[in-house]
């Protein structure tokens, strides 16, 4: 927090939670018109539930998706929309730990040394499908999902 980058807490901010709120500003009426209802569904992060070090920008901007989800949930109650957040945990996709660190490559491939079976995107897109599939009736509040290795972001199970 110290030393933190004004202009990456700006575009985390931009990405995470501007972003968010336009999607859904645009979203809810065209579902509700077009559709009759529907689903919204964010993907937060488990960095939304735990802080930790040299995570304050990420962390923040997750903690406001989430309360963001829980605030439109609460809003949304009589109408026709599900509100649905997927949080994940340590996912091993082809540009996130890589945008992070700025590019640097070998800081972005040691995020997963030694992990055994980081989740995939495959995985979170299971969750997204499961979630979707249940009942128009069945709002699926929240799902946290980890690998098996992870017990937070600072107990990881490393070979
Ligand atoms: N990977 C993890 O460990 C992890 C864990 C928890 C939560 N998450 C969350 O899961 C979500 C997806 O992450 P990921 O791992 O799939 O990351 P990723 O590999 O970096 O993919 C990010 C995606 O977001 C799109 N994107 C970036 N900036 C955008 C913008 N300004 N407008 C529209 N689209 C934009 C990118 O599209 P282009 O390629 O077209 O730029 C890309 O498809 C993120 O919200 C991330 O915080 C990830």
Same mark, same amino acid.
């Given at each position: 927090m110290a030393t933190a980058d004004l202009d990456d807490w700006r575009s985390m901010y931009e990405l995470n939670v501007l972003g968010t709120l336009r999607i859904t500003q645009k979203l809810l009426p065209v579902l509700k018109r077009a559709a009759g209802g529907g689903t919204v569904l964010f993907i937060s992060s488990t960095a939304g539930i735990k802080p930790y070090e040299g995570g304050g920008g990420y962390c923040a901007s997750k903690f406001a998706e989430r309360v963001m989800a829980r605030v439109l949930r609460l809003e949304q109650i009589g109408e026709p929309v599900r509100i649905v957040d997927i949080l994940p945990g340590m996912v091993r996709t082809e540009e996130f730990s890589l945008k992070r660190f700025h590019g640097d490559a070998e800081r972005a491939a040691s995020v997963y040394d030694g992990v055994p079976d980081p989740l995939e995107a495959e995985d979170i897109a299971e969750c997204v499908r499961w979630a979707l599939d249940?009942? @128009?009736?069945?709002?699926? @509040?929240s799902i946290v999902v980890r690998p098996r290795?992870?017990?937070?972001y600072t107990k990881v199970f490393r070979r």
């Amino acid at each position: 927090m110290a030393t933190a980058d004004l202009d990456d807490w700006r575009s985390m901010y931009e990405l995470n939670v501007l972003g968010t709120l336009r999607i859904t500003q645009k979203l809810l009426p065209v579902l509700k018109r077009a559709a009759g209802g529907g689903t919204v569904l964010f993907i937060s992060s488990t960095a939304g539930i735990k802080p930790y070090e040299g995570g304050g920008g990420y962390c923040a901007s997750k903690f406001a998706e989430r309360v963001m989800a829980r605030v439109l949930r609460l809003e949304q109650i009589g109408e026709p929309v599900r509100i649905v957040d997927i949080l994940p945990g340590m996912v091993r996709t082809e540009e996130f730990s890589l945008k992070r660190f700025h590019g640097d490559a070998e800081r972005a491939a040691s995020v997963y040394d030694g992990v055994p079976d980081p989740l995939e995107a495959e995985d979170i897109a299971e969750c997204v499908r499961w979630a979707l599939d249940q009942p @128009d009736t069945v709002d699926v @509040d929240s799902i946290v999902v980890r690998p098996r290795a992870e017990g937070s972001y600072t107990k990881v199970f490393r070979r």
